[in-house]
C-alpha cells in the first residue's frame, strides 16, 4: 500500500472495512492526503513493518489508532510529521521492534498525549522526533533510550516541554546537536547524564533555558 494516496488532496473515502491483514508496506500511505480523515482503528496491521511518511502532512487526520497492533513495525520515521490536527492516544502501541524514530511527531503542532509506556529499547534515532512539536509535554523519563545514537534536534522548538530526563542512558548518543534548541520550556537538571566525550554537543541548548548554564559533563 505503499503511497497509495499520496497526495491525493481530495480523498476522504470510507476505507475503514479494508483487509489490511497480508500487508507489510504503508509507506506514505496517506502523506498529503490534506482532507483525509476516516476512521482506520479496526484495520489489522500485524504484519507492516515500515509505517514511514505514513501521515506525513495528512494536515486533517485525527482519528484514533490505539487498538493497531504495530508490533512488527521497525520504521516509524517521519509517521506524523506534519499531521497538524492529530493528537490520539497511542500509550498501549507495542513499538519494541522499531529502530528509526526520526521526525516521527516534527510539526505535529497538537500532539500531546502520554508516550510513558512505550518500550523504545530498539530505537537509534530519535532526531527531529518532537521538534516543533508545539504542545507536547509528557513523561517519558522511563524510557530505555540506552540504543540511541542520534538526538539532534530532539526537542528543537518543542515550546511546551518540560519533563525530567535525568534517568536516562544517554552513552551511546553520538549526536545531541540543537537538542534542546530554542526549548523555551525547558529547564531540567541533566548534570547526571554520562555524555561521552566524542559526542557532538554543539548548540544543544540554544536558545533554551540552559544556554548560559549547560551542564558539566566529564570530557566537555
Known amino acids: ?124 534515532d530519535m532526531s527531529h522526533m518532537f521538534s516543533n512539536a508545539k504542545k507536547f509535554n509528557q513523561p517519558i523519563n522511563s524510557w530505555n533510550i540506552s540504543k540511541v545514537e542520534y538526538m539532534d534536534y530532539m526537542f528543537d522548538e518543542a515550546k511546551s516541554f518540560n519533563q525530567s530526563l535525568n534517568l536516562w542512558d544517554v552513552s551511546n548518543v553520538k549526536n545531541m546537536h540543537c537538542m534542546f534548541c530554542e526549548a523555551k520550556s525547558f529547564n531540567q537538571d541533566l548534570s547526571m547524564w554520562k555524555v561521552r566525550g566524542t559526542t557532538f554537543t554543539v548548540n544543544m541548548f540554544l536558545g533554551s533555558p540552559l544556554e548560559n548554564r549547560e551542564p558539566k559533563w566529564k570530557g566537555h
Open 1 to 124: 500500500m505503499r503511497g497509495l494516496f499520496y497526495n491525493l488532496k481530495n480523498f476522504n473515502e470510507d476505507i475503514s472495512a479494508w483487509n489490511t491483514s497480508k500487508v507489510e508496506d504503508m509507506l506514505s500511505m496517506f502523506e498529503d492526503a490534506d482532507n483525509f480523515n476516516q476512521a482506520l482503528n479496526n484495520w489489522d496491521v500485524s504484519k507492516v513493518k515500515t509505517m514511514k511518511n505514513m501521515f506525513r502532512g495528512a494536515i486533517s487526520f485525527n482519528q484514533p489508532l490505539n487498538k493497531w497492533n504495530v508490533s512488527e513495525v521497525i520504521d516509524m520515521s517521519e509517521m506524523f510529521e506534519a499531521a497538524y490536527k492529530f493528537n490520539q492516544a497511542l500509550n498501549s502501541w507495542d513499538v519494541s521492534n522499531v529502530k528509526d524514530m526520526s521526525y516521527m511527531f516534527n510539526n505535529a503542532k497538537e500532539f500531546n498525549k502520554p508516550l510513558d509506556n512505550w518500550n523504545v529499547s530498539n530505537v537509534e
